[in-house]
T-cell receptor, first 113, second 117 residues
Framework: GQNIDQPTEMTATEGAIVQINCTYQ??????LFWYQQHAGEAPTFLSY????GLEEKGRFSSFLSRSKGYSYLLLKELQMKDSASYLC??????????????FGAGTQVVVTP | GAVVSQHPSWVICKSGTSVKIECRSL??????MFWYRQFPKQSLMLMAT?????????EQGVEKDKFLINHASLTLSTLTVTSAHPEDSSFYIC?????????????FGQGTRLTVV
């Protein structure tokens, strides 16, 4: 399997920037996803990285370093609605021939006024 | 993106009874679907991979005789929790991917909140 680690909780104020780190250990890496999940709801897709570098999508950006087994999700101009759990997920080409994702424990982001 | 419909959204059942959860792919023929379980304040834990026309593949520690998966068609997969116990109370979510590689994201059903009393 793969070990996926991310912080349990982060708190930031409205309008600020928050960076959520994710480290993973796997062989045959085939991509890393970030999902947002509000309490009691299904996860929604935020970003995907398979090559090293930064992917930017509006207020959200995701970075990947394959050699370090490291990714981060950057949330800018935080809004109250960004309060949610953010899940890092990895897919492994060797074991996940059906495309299954393995999720980290999630980081609960709390945005305060 | 693909649309995945999961039913029911929530269910309360008595201990010892069985509950069936349905996951439908509305606009994509899914040969593979994934079933996850999520306990409060925890992440999604993959339970099993459902394969159309063949047996499901279960993750380590998941009892295949307790969590019955049927994927009889390309658009429907079902998860049946048999002889449910209070510790089975959880949030169950199905998902599908439209491909196995590349930036093919996973699409999730709405989830089913199961409470066993």
């Amino acid at each position: 399997g793969q070990n996926i680690d991310q912080p349990t909780e982060m708190t930031a104020t409205e309008g600020a920037i928050v960076q959520i780190n994710c480290t993973y250990q796997t062989s045959g890496f085939n991509g890393l996803f970030w999902y947002q999940q509000h309490a009691g709801e299904a996860p929604t897709f935020l970003s995907y990285n398979v090559l090293d570098g930064l992917e930017e999508k509006g207020r959200f950006s995701s970075f990947l370093s394959r050699s370090k087994g490291y990714s981060y999700l950057l949330l800018k101009e935080l809004q109250m609605k960004d309060s949610a759990s953010y899940l890092c997920a990895v897919t492994n080409v060797r074991t996940d021939s059906w495309g299954k994702l393995q999720f980290g424990a999630g980081t609960q982001v709390v945005v305060t006024p | 993106g693909a649309v995945v419909s999961q039913h029911p959204s929530w269910v309360i059942c008595k201990s010892g009874t069985s509950v069936k959860i349905e996951c439908r792919s509305l606009d994509f023929q899914a040969t593979t679907m994934f079933w996850y379980r999520q306990f409060p304040k925890q992440s999604l834990m993959l339970m099993a991979t459902s394969n159309e026309g063949s047996k499901a593949t279960y993750e380590q520690g998941v009892e295949k005789d307790k969590f019955l998966i049927n994927h009889a068609s390309l658009t429907l997969s079902t998860l049946t929790v048999t002889s449910a116990h209070p510790e089975d109370s959880s949030f169950y979510i199905c998902s599908q991917r439209t491909g196995v590689s590349g930036n093919t994201e996973a699409f999730f059903g709405q989830g089913t909140r199961l409470t066993v009393v």
